[in-house]
Nanobody, 123 residues
Framework: VQLQASGGGLVQAGGSLRLSCAASGLTFSNYAMGWFRQAPGKEREFVAAIKRNGGATYYGDSVKGRLTISRDNAKNTVYLQMNSLKPEDTAVYFC?????????????????WGQGTQVTVSS
């Protein structure tokens, strides 16, 4: 199984980025997908999750209204649209796959993890 995250980079505060995570080696539509992030010296934090069929989403409190998770099961890809970015959004962003029917913020539920992509927001 491979989860390949991409789309990170350097952006000014208030700007936007779109992260992608391409999955292979698994039946993508059987997995809920999540995004987490980890800043230096901090624990990995839940960002967003989406149900297998895209019918339900769930967000961390710090990103509600600014970040949007979506998926395309035909392309085996999950996305994270990031708007109105803040310096505190700076972190390595990881995508993860959960063989479950719902959505969860508990990282222990996620079976597979990608390698992460760096997002840096300058003030």
């Amino acid at each position: 199984v491979q989860l390949q995250a991409s789309g990170g980079g350097l952006v000014q505060a208030g700007g936007s980025l779109r992260l992608s995570c391409a999955a292979s080696g698994l039946t993508f539509s059987n997995y809920a997908m999540g995004w987490f992030r980890q800043a230096p010296g901090k624990e990995r934090e839940f960002v967003a999750a989406i149900k297998r069929n895209g019918g339900a989403t769930y967000y961390g409190d710090s990103v509600k209204g600014r970040l949007t998770i979506s998926r395309d099961n035909a392309k085996n890809t999950v996305y994270l649209q990031m708007n109105s970015l803040k310096p505190e959004d700076t972190a390595v962003y990881f995508c993860a796959a959960d063989y479950g029917s719902g959505v969860t913020s508990n990282r222990r539920n996620y079976r597979y993890w990608g390698q992460g992509t760096q997002v840096t927001v300058s003030s």
